[in-house]
């Protein structure tokens, strides 16, 4: 099974991909990183890139982290990037929300329309464990059958 990881470039995000990466690693799942080498070849769209690896993965997650200050209602607000808002988008339209998982870190606000998702929230490190493996575990049950 292999899963897609986006994020931002951020230091901060990558290190949550990468900790995300090893753990979904360590359950015999192949990590799909956004920027491993040849992901987006040279000469490529980027859209067009993410469209096929979407058809070309089992699921996705996607780490939304405190990356962009916006002014909002009178105060500073921080939101994930918006090209991380969008692969959201675009894998949820590919393989659907039950494979296609956000994890948050901080207090990012997320987009309005987005509310109500239940998502991983990477600040409580033991319980966002626990929900990555049991999600992995829960897809691989279903590409069984």
Do not use: H
């Not at 753990?23 to 070849?41: A, M």
């Amino acid at each position: 099974m292999r899963v897609f990881l986006g994020s931002s470039s951020s230091q901060d995000s990558m290190r949550y991909l990468r900790n995300v990466a090893m753990l979904i690693e360590s359950e015999n799942v192949t990590p799909y990183p956004w920027n491993r080498t040849g992901v987006f070849p040279l000469g490529g769209y980027m859209l067009d890139t993410l469209i096929n690896i979407s058809k070309q993965v089992d699921a996705a997650i996607l780490i939304f982290n405190e990356d962009d200050p916006v002014w909002y209602r009178n105060d500073i607000i921080l939101q994930p990037k918006a090209n991380v808002l969008i692969e959201y988008g675009i894998f949820v339209a590919a393989l659907g929300k039950e494979r296609t998982i956000i994890c948050r870190k901080g207090s990012s606000v997320i987009a309005s329309d987005l509310q109500g998702l239940i998502y991983c929230d990477l600040d409580k490190e033991y319980k966002a464990e626990n929900e990555i493996i049991a999600w992995l575990q829960s897809i691989n049950k279903v590409k069984e059958n």
